[in-house]
């Protein structure tokens, strides 16, 4: 399974535009990148995912290079409720079976 | 959207006693997962069932755990007893396949053992 680097800790305002990226080195042929978003008591929430290029969805954005060794996440304007810890996740899903392999994530602070 | 309910969201037990979580699936989902997150730590795979069987399970699932799924709508997960180290929040989730499909969590039991 690949390993994911991401920040610990990141601070924004509202309405700023929010990148979180992730580096995963090691990602496989077969690997998709997927991010998930999690509030305080309750459970993950699936954000985006994507294999390569560019992924759009009406939350946020999945920027992947040529070379996937990394991937952005880009929240536009966030606001107070997208405080929350973010996590990346890299693999081959297919036949993993739906065991996901969650780091520390990244935890987002947006103020006022 | 629809969502997984999980019951009760908390729970609060003597060390050595049973437990069972319990969780309603999005009804047109094959797939169904436990997973735990200690406070402050990682959230973890426990197992993963499908056909009325386990796909897959975690070093953490041992003979302690199990998973039924009882009837068409309940997934449970059952600790025959109880250690203070279970003491977490349980997390179930579904999906409709097990394909890169994403997969939705419920709101969690928060497991005290006392």
């Known amino acids: 399974l690949a390993k994911t680097t991401q920040p610990i800790s990141m601070d924004s305002y509202e309405g700023q535009e929010v990148n979180i990226t992730c580096s995963h080195n090691?990602?496989?042929?077969?690997?998709?990148i997927t991010w998930y978003q999690q509030f305080p008591s309750q459970g993950p929430r699936f954000i985006i995912q994507g294999y390569k290029t560019k992924v759009t969805n009406e939350v946020a954005s999945l920027f992947i290079p040529a070379d996937r060794k990394s991937s952005t996440l880009s929240l536009p304007r966030v606001s107070l409720s997208d405080t929350a810890v973010y996590y990346c996740l890299v693999g081959d899903f297919y036949n993993q079976g739906g065991k996901l392999i969650f780091g520390q994530g990244t935890e987002l602070s947006v103020k006022p | 959207e629809p969502e997984v309910t999980q019951t009760p969201s908390h729970q609060v037990t003597q060390m050595g006693q049973e437990v069972i979580l319990r969780c309603v699936p999005i009804s047109n989902h094959l797939y169904f997962y436990w997973y735990r997150q200690i406070l402050g730590q990682k959230v973890e795979f426990l197992v993963s069932f499908y056909n009325n069987e386990i796909s897959e399970k975690s070093e953490i699932f041992d003979d302690q755990f199990s998973v039924e799924r009882p009837d068409g709508s309940n997934f449970t997960l059952k600790i025959r007893s109880t250690k203070l180290e279970d003491s977490a929040m349980y997390f179930c989730?579904?999906?409709?396949?097990?394909?890169?499909?994403?997969?939705?969590f419920g709101s969690g039991t928060q497991l005290s053992v006392l």
């Open positions: 989730a579904s999906s409709e396949g097990s394909t890169n499909e994403k997969l939705f």
């Open positions: 090691n990602i496989a042929t077969n690997d998709y």
